[in-house]
């Protein structure tokens, strides 16, 4: 059998002798160095893309979860919750006519701690309720005192997002979600109503303005003997508290207690009076001791000299805490030193005879 002839049809393509048309053979074209740049640019910001992400999801807790949580199980984590920093997707009011927004809960911030507090809230409770959304804003620190108006609103901050079941009417923040010594802060507590396909948000209701207390200073570190101790003084020195109980620390209280009586009679005689002073404007503190009594001082400094001390009497027990500006006292940390001996005092009434 012959090969059979093809003759080109008005389009220009070849046409088999079945009466089928061939679709001419086209050659690649090579792909030009602006296409290679922009898809070598594309992937790279995919993989930037991946990175981001990545990071995004280190940076969440481990029960960090993007769904909405439902019931009391929700509404009773405490310590356990995770404290959303971002706010979730929540649904949109229509904007039709005839439809008003309801009134939203009232809100009362109580048990504030320095980095939790407790949220309550009253609402009614309606056949089509489902949740509550609970957010924590930061506010500028003069709506304590002046309170919070239009312009304060816009500067303020969401700070966590939080969501509790229908039947709840409290909700614990958990600890970490207030710094300590801070605000204002204010609640905004928002029911969310309606069908799972049309839900729609209460009016937020918002709390009074609060702020959180400090917490107590930590030890003073390293607690230390400047010097050896001499015949009639002790020097001492420390360093600043690790912890400072979130408002700086301004004061160091010092007591200096008399050496432990080794009989009841001992500790009868001692003057138990307390003396406070005020030690303030001095760079290297000196204080004189009145070796049998109970004393005690108040110092800016990181250090204090006693003197007036009994030369080998001791040991004298000195106890160190640092007091921040609200006034809250740290931990105490001790030291015990004693004066060193003397020497011995020359002869007297020395007496000679010569053989």
Not at 110 to 126: F, S, T
Not at 253 to 273: K, N
Request: proline residues 8%.
């Amino acid at each position: 059998m012959g090969q059979e002839a093809s003759t080109p049809d008005k389009a220009g393509r070849k046409q088999r002798g079945d009466g089928c048309c061939q679709a001419p053979v086209r050659a690649k074209r090579p792909s030009s160095r602006l296409e290679d740049v922009a898809r070598n640019g594309i992937e790279q910001l995919a993989d930037s893309q991946r990175e981001v992400d990545a990071q995004c999801e280190a940076l969440l807790p481990n029960n960090y979860s993007d769904e909405p949580s439902s019931g009391t199980a929700m509404a009773s984590r405490t310590e356990e919750t995770a404290i959303r920093r971002i706010r979730p997707e929540r649904p949109q009011n229509p904007f039709t006519c005839g439809f008003s927004v309801a009134a939203g809960p009232s809100v009362e911030v109580c048990d504030i701690e320095p980095r939790k507090a407790l949220v309550r809230w009253e609402y009614p409770q309606g056949a089509g309720l489902r949740k509550f959304h609970i957010d924590v804003v930061q506010l500028p620190a003069k709506c304590l005192t002046d309170g919070a108006s239009a312009r304060d609103a816009k500067q303020s901050s969401e700070v966590a997002f939080f969501e509790a079941g229908a039947t709840e009417s409290s909700f614990a923040l958990p600890h970490g979600t207030l710094e300590r010594n801070y605000g204002a802060y204010r609640v905004h507590v928002l029911a969310e109503s309606g069908s799972e396909e049309k839900p729609y948000l209460s009016q937020p209701g918002v709390s009074m303005a609060f702020s959180t207390p400090a917490e107590l200073p930590g030890m003073v570190s390293n607690l230390r003997l400047a010097k050896e101790p001499s015949e009639n003084e002790i020097h001492i020195q420390w360093d600043l508290p690790c912890d400072d109980g979130g408002a700086s620390v301004e004061m160091y209280e010092v007591t200096f207690h008399p050496p432990v009586a080794q009989t009841e009679e001992a500790a009868q005689s001692h003057e138990q009076a307390d003396c406070e002073l005020q030690l303030t404007g001095q760079a290297n503190p000196k204080v004189s001791v009145a070796p049998n009594k109970l004393q005690v001082w108040h110092t800016p400094s990181l250090s204090l000299d006693f003197c007036g001390l009994p030369p080998g009497e001791g040991p004298y027990q000195i106890n160190v805490r640092a007091k921040n500006a609200t006034g809250l006292l740290g931990a105490t940390a001790s030291l015990w030193a004693a004066t060193a001996v003397a020497a011995p005092a020359a002869p007297s009434q020395l007496k000679g005879r010569l053989l």
